[in-house]
């Protein structure tokens, strides 16, 4: 492969991504670029970010070898890169902590976010309480009936939370109505977008901030295993942990890369997902790129058993990722994500995010094919604490005397 | 020659000022299109601009959302839309724009949409989460002679609307607020300024938009520009029976004469 530049300057990979926003946000979107194209050459910022990341988030994160997972699939060894032990325990946090100090190079003093489960939520409000930015978070009503637990945080954290009623009450119309609020107070705030989602030059930051994954990756395993991992895993919702993992790989033809979409109750249902299976290209929240729709092109609802799954579209980049056939994607239904999330934490002791665990349930499946002697690594991208009363109403706890 | 451009014109040539009430496709059923249509035609409105429900509209306040989720309760489609004016097209006299967002038109397929539009007799399209930087796929529209009409907003920089109105279309339109659509009481102080340094700029009538509601805010307006456009509250009025404010609020419109 010839060396990977995307997007290009107008913010498109190959004819997806791009600025499909209401004129108003343009000079936003603009200033956004060339304060971050700034950043990336200012050592003053980078050494800020590495100080956060290190004293603040606790990377760098281990990238574990699974030993047990290991000699239950019979095939790869399966390394685990541990994203659960971020300070908020997930990925999310190394994309918040870049925006708000971007937010502060911007002099601006007032952040909003989307979230749908409340992990972006969290992340965010925790990096504007260190930092001293004003923070307004949108959610959905059905999502904030169904995490009452992140709402309390989000609000201990000093944030704002926003019940969103408009449309069907759940993560997308909590992103409208955000970004209608940003149309409106542009001048003062900033949209900390929580995935490669979103207009040029969102997919672009959210990927480089998320990159830290894949950079540390691939210098751990080199180190532990003198060669490059035969194969990568990881969830998508929007695709964060997955671009930031990847895409350190996209030149080594060597490595596989797999994205794994949530199909919900399964691809023959209208109950899942996985936009890029079953959407079509479209604009959804200001870029091109595949979403789940009808025929009329009115979005449709996607639906998994996390809600960080819980998404119709997924990020431009992977849109072209998979057009190109770079990254293959495939897909995990509720059940098998559940069954994942039960096997990680009695094989390795370690309760993933129900997110992570459609990773997890591939990377097994995926391990058992390959032969003994490969290497494979799943992103773990967050952890379960979050998702534990989710998984007892299903499973249900054993009685006790 | 287009038939929104000929309006505009003689507009300019009878020194009138503009006025596009903003209406929902299928808000209240798409039989009742044609009525509302006749109506605006008859009260004076110098074009229509006819909303495509859209379920995800970044760009619009409460009253539009609200109208654009009762049209799709009632099953609209925006080919059913183009269909329903195909049918009326020679009933009616009053030039069409279509506002929809990028995404009803791709999902459509961009030829045929302009073929339909032709048929349609549809003047214009407005899309408002479409930048001039993402137009170039939208070109065929304006290639088969349907005009695409451009925003410039109070954050658009000297620079940016130099620009957009550089290659403008039909008409300008002027957004009036940093938001979204809906009603409003009171207006930024800028606004006569702005409303001026883009009609110094622009080669084409410059129209005001977003907010305006009531007559006093359309007097206000057309004494810097060509002409007001008004969604949220000619909204309301068909929703609530109060035709009779919209035929004020157009009224309001003929009150000056171009200076
Ligand atoms: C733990 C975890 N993993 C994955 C995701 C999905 O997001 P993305 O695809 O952007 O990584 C989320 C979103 O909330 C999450 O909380």
Known sequence: ?401 | MNKLTKALEDCQTNQEKAFIPYIMAGDGGLDRLKSQLLFLEKSGATAVELGIPFSDPVADGPVIQQAGIRSLKNGTTLKDVLKKVMEIKNDVNIPIILMGYSNSIMAYGLKEFTEDCLQAGISGCIIPDLPIEEEAIFSSIKTAGILLIRLVTLTSSQERITEITAGAEGFIYAVTVKGITGTRDVFGGELGGYLKKVKDLSPVPVLAGFGISTPDHVRDAIQSCDGVIVGSKIIECFETGKENQISELIQASKGLVRK
């Open chain 1, 1 to 401: 492969m010839s060396t990977y530049t995307q997007p290009d300057k107008t913010g498109h990979f190959g004819a997806y991504g791009g600025r499909f926003v209401p004129e108003t946000l343009m000079a936003a979107i603009t200033e956004l670029e060339e304060v971050y194209d700034q950043s990336k050459k200012d050592p003053e910022f980078q050494e800020q970010l590495s100080y956060y990341l290190k004293q603040y988030i606790g990377r760098e994160t281990p990238l574990y070898f699974a030993e047990n997972l290991t000699k239950l699939a019979g095939g790869a060894d399966i390394y685990l890169k541990r994203e659960d032990l971020n300070h908020t325990g997930a990925h999310k946090i190394n994309n918040t902590i870049g925006q708000a100090l971007l937010t502060q190079k911007m002099g601006k003093k007032k952040v909003i976010a989307e979230t749908g489960a409340g992990q972006h939520g969290v992340a965010t409000a925790t990096v504007c309480a260190l930092l001293k930015l004003e923070c307004i978070i949108f959610m959905g009503e059905e999502d904030i009936r169904r995490q009452k637990l992140n709402v309390f945080r989000m609000e201990l954290l000093g944030a704002k939370v926003i019940s969103v009623s408009q449309g069907s009450g759940t993560l997308k119309d909590a992103v409208n109505e955000a970004l209608r609020y940003w149309v409106a107070n542009v001048d003062d705030t900033h949209y900390i977008m929580g995935s490669v989602l979103g207009p040029h030059p969102f997919p672009v930051i959210v990927r480089d901030f998320q990159s830290v994954i894949g950079k540390e990756t691939k210098r751990q395993y080199t180190e532990a295993v003198h060669s490059l991992p035969d194969a990568v895993v990881a969830c998508i919702g929007g695709g964060s942990n997955a671009m930031g993992m990847f895409y350190p790989f996209i030149e080594d033809e060597t490595v596989k890369l797999y994205g794994v979409e949530a199909a919900g109750h399964g691809l023959d249902t209208h109950l899942h997902a996985s936009s890029l299976t079953k959407g079509k290209p479209g604009v959804l929240h200001g870029a091109f790129m595949y979403v789940l729709q009808n025929e009329d092109g009115q979005i449709q609802e996607a639906h998994s058993i996390s809600a960080g799954l819980d998404y119709p579209g997924v990020g431009p980049e992977h849109s072209y990722l998979k057009d190109t056939n770079r990254v293959e994607y495939t897909s995990v239904t509720d059940d098998e994500a559940l069954e994942a999330l039960v096997m990680l934490s009695r094989e390795e002791g370690i309760i993933p995010a129900l997110e992570s665990s459609h990773a997890i349930s591939y990377g097994l499946k995926l391990a058992k094919e390959m032969g003994k002697g490969t290497g494979l690594v799943i992103c773990l991208s967050g952890r379960g604490d979050k998702d534990v009363e989710t998984v007892q109403s299903l499973i249900g706890g054993s009685e006790h005397e």
